[in-house]
């Protein structure tokens, strides 16, 4: 079993930064692809990034590319989304997710994924 935890949401004004955490534990992280997952009020669920569970792969909404970077630290057990030049479309709760897998690739289709963290709200507002 595999836990996850978010953190570093907030109110940020448009053009903003803020920077995610979703920290592990429970498991081997090293052996996870994580994704990033958001959800606005009324909307499906939406793949923001994902990165394979050695880091070399990493795949982006088109919505995000350019502003968004996931990495991750293996070390730490810990993986990251970097949020620049936020806009309010952005908005919404952001959930980190995790499956098992050894390849090379992740997947931003949050039916792929078996465990979840509890999400940490983003409101980009001026």
């Known amino acids: 079993q595999l836990q996850l935890v978010e953190s570093g949401g907030g109110l940020v004004q448009p053009g903003g930064s803020l920077r995610l955490s979703c920290a592990a534990s429970?498991?081997?992280?090293?052996?996870?692809?994580i994704g990033w997952f958001r959800q606005a009020p009324g909307k499906d669920r939406e793949g923001v990034s994902c990165i394979s569970s050695s880091g070399g792969t990493t795949n982006d909404a088109d919505s995000v590319k350019g502003r968004f970077t996931i990495s991750r630290d293996n070390a730490k057990n810990t993986a990251y989304l970097q949020m620049n030049s936020l806009e309010p479309s952005d908005t919404a709760v952001y959930y980190c997710?995790?499956?098992?897998?050894?390849?090379?690739?992740?997947?931003?289709?949050?039916?792929?994924?078996?465990?979840w963290g509890q999400g940490t709200q983003v409101t980009v507002s001026s």
């Open positions: 429970g498991s081997d992280f090293d052996w996870y692809a």
């Open positions: 997710a995790a499956y098992g897998s050894s390849w090379s690739l992740c997947a931003n289709d949050p039916s792929s994924y078996d465990y």
